[in-house]
């Protein structure tokens, strides 16, 4: 909010300033009103003081008038989001998130510069861990929004993740670990790498997920001799139905810039198999337990559009928006192959589309309060056939997102 606030305050020294004292004003009045509406709030804090204790009380009160705030901070974002496209602005800065239009109007989340070495020192001991177990593995290496040698970014900024991708390769590479580069694949494939990501949202598009689900098996059958899908029916896009929904998408970057810096809603496509799936798709919370979500525990046996999509316009559609630890088994399985896939929310949809090639595949979130279980034991336990690194290069801006792979 006060990075919103101070967004206003200097657009009322610029030439649309008339604009933004109107609007300045009215965020103020809404904000007092919002203080009057909150006066039981306060009352009922005072008044429970004794009972409760003064920290109990006040942290409430802060949830309440928060919540209380929430219409608030979205107008807030919109009228900082009309301000800055009004005055052309092609960098949009918050505390969580720099974006940037490149030259040709594609907006990319800017990857600053990054410590990267002591957690790719502990995810390579990882992975060698796992290989001297005689496990087998691979790092996937997921492609980025600015595209090398391609992306032109606004003068004075610059972005590090294609620099992070090919030093995490060749520190893997180099300890002789298998990597699979999805920015060369896709290249191989004649997927256009500016149309990878969505314009709107800082993950890749359900066809670009779709694609590297095609890939990744392949090379497991290269590799390993899997002989996953050996009819070529899971990795023929024929056999499935693709849809497009005409712009009834908007991402994270609408939420954090705002509707009007970001530009109109895109495409949203689903893809579901048109052959015969049924799945059983169980979801945990960090502490193990079956989930429930929107009051339904997640645990459902049924096709692949039912058991593994909700049927929802956003990235968060495939695995039912689960996060956190996911088992599917594939009760119509043509392999015996069991598939662990390490990851962020960058290998959710991959990981969806790959299930019909296992006859079961789990999907571990290691990002900050998701996966809390011991790694090594979980595996341990498990005996899968193969693990799955599947990471982009922002995975590094999470402190822990790598903090099991220390043994």
């Not at 590090?160 to 030093?167: F, G, H, K, L, M």
Request: net charge positive; with cysteine; proline share 3%.
């Amino acid at each position: 909010m006060k990075v919103l606030l101070k967004k206003l305050i200097r657009n009322i020294l610029t030439r649309s300033g008339i604009a933004a004292v109107i609007v300045f004003a009215l965020i103020f009045s809404v904000a007092a009103i919002k203080l009057c509406n909150s006066y039981s709030s306060i009352v009922t804090t005072f008044k429970n003081i004794d009972s409760k204790g003064i920290a109990d009380s006040m942290k409430n009160f802060e949830k309440d008038y928060n919540n209380n705030f929430e219409p608030l901070q979205k107008a807030a974002v919109e009228i900082a989001s009309q301000t800055e496209k009004a005055q052309g602005k092609r960098v949009y800065e918050t505390t969580s998130m720099l974006l940037a239009f490149d030259s040709d109007d594609y907006l990319h989340r800017i990857m600053q510069k990054t410590e990267i070495h002591a957690k790719l020192s502990s995810l390579k001991k990882t992975m060698l861990y796992f290989q001297n177990k005689k496990i087998k593995s691979v790092f996937v290496m997921i492609p980025n929004s600015v595209v090398k040698d391609k992306t032109v970014l606004p003068q004075g900024i610059r972005d590090y993740q294609n620099e992070i991708s090919d030093t995490t390769l060749s520190t893997l590479k180099e300890a002789n670990l298998r990597t699979i580069d999805l920015r060369s694949e896709f290249a191989k494939n004649k997927i256009d790498p500016q149309k990878v990501f969505f314009n709107t949202d800082h993950h890749w598009t359900i066809q670009s997920n779709f694609q590297a689900s095609k890939i990744v098996a392949n090379y497991l059958n290269k590799s390993f001799k899997f002989n996953l899908d050996p009819k070529k029916v899971y990795s023929n896009l024929k056999n499935y139905s693709v849809k497009t929904y005409k712009k009834s998408f908007y991402g994270s970057y609408a939420d954090t810039a705002g509707k009007a810096f970001v530009g109109d809603p895109e495409d949203f496509t689903t893809i579901l198999p048109k052959y015969a799936t049924n799945f059983r798709f169980k979801s945990f919370t960090t502490n193990g337990k079956l989930e429930v979500m929107y009051g339904k525990k997640m645990d459902i046996t049924g096709p692949f559009s039912k058991s593994l999509s909700d049927g929802r316009h956003s990235y968060s559609t495939y695995f039912n928006m689960a996060k956190v630890e996911i088992v599917v088994s594939n009760l119509k399985s043509t392999s015996n192959k069991k598939c662990l896939v390490l990851g962020t929310s960058h290998a959710r949809v991959a990981s969806a589309f790959l299930c019909p090639y296992f006859r079961e595949l789990r999907y571990a979130d290691t990002q900050s309060n998701r996966f809390e279980k011991n790694l090594y034991k979980y595996v341990e336990s498990y005996k899968p056939d193969v693990i799955i690194f599947m990471y982009p290069a922002f995975a590094y801006k999470n402190y822990r997102t790598f903090r099991y792979y220390i043994k």
